[in-house]
């Protein structure tokens, strides 16, 4: 047995070998909830293996997000376990001060992740009892195939590993620049030219805010009703204020609540085309995992008329776009701000505790374990609040 496999901790050197055993469990993602549980790890003693298919912590931070992107929550909602944001943060950190946050939080807890280690597959043997994942490493130029085997398996890739490419009539034909959210970085290159956004959620809106900034045109397609909210009331956190408020009272109260407050700030939105839901913005986040629009801008635009509100699409043409009443606009570009989904179902054999989309079938706050050693974070459709409860509890269930 020793001649096949080598027992390791976390930040040792690998030789390129076919198998190796794993003193402890190997998460797979060094987004913030895989950082949240190895420092947890750290803290009870227990080694582990990283495993990242990129060259950099929180590469989702760091490569697919745009330019302007702060947190939409207060610092304290958003910090990782054992290890609070710098004093002198603000409220709502930036994109940057975040990442040298993580970076920070890395270095404290020695996490050392193997990057460029892209996993293919894992699966559970019954027989020896450890789960068996394999990866494809890309280092040093060459192409390695590594089997890690180890007792436990942290899912930590996340709800946003891949982004939701939409299927549209016509999108094939359009002569203009169609980009996904991931790889938008500023409104700066769009400049004077006419651009439809696809999608109003907190990224359709910040991105068509940023677009108005950059003197570009843009109209955002608004499909479907949606709950947007000031990001704060009377000086605090609309998100700060719920919580508190969820202490004391019933959700559905609370929802009634902070729809009449959103009214109170906001005015009526439905006569800009922003359709409200009939779930309450709470119940609707806790049972279809949609997140309310926290306001930082774009509604005064759209009170302007400088951001255009559309509905839906029919098909695209060349230079342009038929939406679903008739109306046909010349557009430059498209910009597809329609999500990311968990990539789970891709590299995961197993049937019990996943579901087809890439969630833990049972509902918050039971997700985060499962059979045999298998666990998940950042699964809860609640922020990295929710993360960081997961990472406390799945390192105290281990060590």
Not at 129 to 142: A, C, E, L, M, Y
Request: proline fraction near 6%.
């Amino acid at each position: 047995m020793e001649s096949l496999f080598r027992v390791v901790d976390h930040d040792q050197v690998f030789p390129q070998r076919k198998s190796i055993l794993v003193n402890g469990p190997v998460i797979v993602g060094a987004g913030p909830s895989g950082l949240a549980t190895a420092a947890c790890l750290r803290e009870q003693g227990v080694p582990f293996l990283v495993l990242e298919r990129s060259e950099c912590i929180a590469s989702l931070w760091q490569k697919r997000t745009y330019d302007r992107l702060k947190l939409h929550l207060p610092k304290q909602f958003c910090q990782l376990p054992k290890l609070p944001f710098p004093e002198d943060y603000p409220e709502y950190p930036t994109k940057r001060q975040f990442i040298e946050y993580l970076e920070s939080y890395a270095r404290h807890f020695e996490i050392n992740p193997r990057f460029n280690e892209c996993v293919q597959s894992s699966r559970y043997n019954e027989t020896s009892g450890f789960w068996r994942v394999k990866t494809i490493s890309n280092s040093n130029s060459t192409k390695t195939e590594v089997e890690y085997i180890c007792r436990w398996l942290v899912v930590a890739t996340g709800e946003n590993a891949e982004c939701v490419m939409p299927e549209i009539s016509g999108l094939n034909e359009f002569t203009g620049e169609v980009l996904h959210a991931c790889d938008y970085k500023s409104g700066q290159k769009f400049r004077g030219k006419k651009v439809l956004v696809v999608g109003c959620g907190n990224s359709g809106m910040e991105l068509s805010l940023d677009l108005c900034n950059h003197n570009a045109q843009p109209s955002m397609v608004v499909r479907s009703s949606v709950h947007v909210l000031p990001r704060e009331i009377l000086g605090k956190s609309t998100f700060e204020l719920a919580v508190l408020m969820m202490k004391w009272l019933p959700l559905w109260l609370v929802d009634k609540l902070l729809l009449f407050l959103a009214w109170l700030v906001l005015g009526n939105i439905e006569k800009f085309g922003l359709k409200r839901p009939s779930v309450g913005p709470l119940k609707l986040k806790n049972t279809k995992g949609k997140t309310p629009v926290l306001d930082i801008g774009a509604l005064e635009k759209i009170r302007s008329g400088d951001i255009n509100v559309v509905p839906g699409i029919k098909r695209f043409y060349p230079g342009q776009v038929e939406l679903v009443n008739g109306e046909i606009l010349d557009i430059d570009a498209v910009l597809l701000a329609t999500g990311y989904r968990s990539n789970v179902p891709y590299w995961l054999q197993e049937g019990e505790f996943f579901s087809n989309n890439g969630f833990p079938k049972a509902p918050f706050p039971q997700g985060w374990k499962g059979n045999a050693g298998l666990y998940a974070v950042g699964f809860t459709r609640r922020g990295l609040s929710g993360a960081s409860l997961d990472a406390v509890r799945i390192a105290q269930d281990i060590g």
